[in-house]
Structure formats: C-alpha cells, structure tokens
Nanobody, 124 residues
C-alpha cells in the first residue's frame, strides 16, 4: 500500500505560481508512473499531468501545457507539479496518484493510489 501526501496548495493571484509536492510512503514509488488530477466544485475529476516511472516521458492536459511542469525525484520518493501563470480557472483540489505501471496514463481508473488532495485557489 502506497500512501501519498500532497502539500503546497494555497491562495495565489492570477499570474502567480505554486509548486505542489506529493510525498510517497514507499521506495517502490520509483518503479511507478504518477499523475496529477484536479477537481473543481461541481465538476468531474480531470487529468492534469502525468510522468513515467523514470521521469523520461511526460504528458499534459491542453489546458495546462506550457504553464505546468511535472517532475519526479525517485531518490526522495516525491513528485512535483510546478504551476506558473496561474489562472482563476485553475482553481480546484489537486490530487496526486500513483499507477502500478511504468508508462503514463490520462485515465483515473489506471491509478491505484491517491492522495487526499490539496486546494489551489487562484484569485482574479
């Protein structure tokens, strides 16, 4: 069982930046792909970004491409989501997730472990 804890959320003005972290409880994290998803009030959970097990491949939702960067530090069992040029529509609860596979996925059902989420609020 992999436990994930997100941190780094908060309130930021439009155009600002935040960096989310996702700390995993196990070293096996290094063998797994991971992803970030987000869920706004009244909306479904949506894919944001994903990274392969060694960090060599990344994919992004079109809405965040060029503004967000996903990274993975296997030595620290931690993944990150650097969010720049934030917009009010980025406001959501952000979740990290780990998939027991090596390659990236945009599909929530491919992920086996989820964090509790961290709130990101972008004011206009």
């Amino acid at each position: 069982q992999v436990q994930l804890v997100e941190s780094g959320g908060g309130l930021v003005q439009a155009g600002g930046s935040l960096r989310l972290s996702c700390a995993a409880s196990e070293g096996t994290f290094s063998r797994y792909a991971m992803g970030w998803f987000r869920q706004a009030p009244g909306a479904e959970r949506e894919f944001t970004a994903a990274i392969s097990w060694r960090g060599l491949n990344t994919v992004y939702a079109d809405s965040v491409k060029g503004r967000f960067t996903i990274a993975k530090d296997n030595a620290k069992n931690t993944a990150y989501l650097q969010m720049n040029s934030l917009k009010p529509e980025d406001t959501a609860v952000y979740y990290c997730a780990v998939a027991r596979r090596a390659t990236t996925s945009r599909t929530p059902s491919d992920y086996d472990y989820w964090g509790q989420g961290t709130q990101v609020t972008v004011s206009s």
